[in-house]
């Protein structure tokens, strides 16, 4: 029996789908694995809108140079996902996803945007390897519950990208501020995620 979270789930999937034109018959023929392709896209769409918007104001305050080709391959990486992501839910479900930011997001971007050399450096390391983590969980149930190859592949390819870039701003933290513990908070901009994780 689908649990009363599941059946709000599928009804917020079915109007989406009425929203953009989808037939009945469509929505009838929509299985567990779709439903769930569709959260996650949408979820992780304004996910890595969010990570590209953190990078971009890396130029106008970041000083290493190693973290500024960090944030411009952050910010080209994450936007032709949101493109091809975009692309897909078009394809598959005939349905259009933009991207979204929750207002605790825009909180943690003003902030950001407030700091300035070594602090900007040390707060968007940490925030971005928290922003990183959150995607590399979301990624992990997709190998397994998404039906689409392609779908599967860019989410290995995200788990794998992302882990190496918390690898690197890891090593940057303690040896440009000393800050050298293994362990981090999960930063709090991550859209649509507690939703899209629940079973």
Not at 27 to 36: D, G, T
Not at 66 to 93: A, G, P
Not at 144 to 154: D, F, K, P, Q, T
């Amino acid at each position: 029996m689908k649990s009363k979270k599941t059946g709000t789930r599928v009804m917020a999937v079915l109007l989406a789908g009425v929203a953009v034109g989808l037939s009945p018959m469509a929505h009838a023929e929509l299985s567990a694995n779709q439903v769930y392709e569709i959260d996650f896209m949408n979820s992780m769409i304004d996910h890595h809108a969010m990570a590209a918007q953190m990078a971009a104001l890396c130029p106008s305050r970041a000083t290493h140079s190693e973290l500024l080709v960090l944030c411009q391959d952050i910010q080209t990486s994450q936007m032709q996902e949101i493109r091809q992501m975009q692309t897909w839910m078009k394809q598959w479900y005939g349905m259009n996803s933009k991207p979204h930011m929750v207002e605790h997001g825009k909180v943690d971007m003003d902030h950001l945007a407030s700091l300035s050399a070594a602090q900007f450096e040390k707060e968007f390391m940490e925030m971005m390897s928290g922003h990183h983590m959150v995607a590399i969980e979301q990624a992990a149930p997709c190998l397994v519950r998404a039906s689409h190859g392609e779908l599967i592949s860019m989410c290995q390819d995200i788990a794998t990208t992302q882990a190496g870039e918390i690898k690197k701003m890891r090593s940057w933290l303690c040896n440009w501020n000393s800050v050298c513990s293994l362990h981090f908070g999960r930063s709090a901009l991550v859209g649509k995620s507690d939703e899209m994780t629940q079973p």
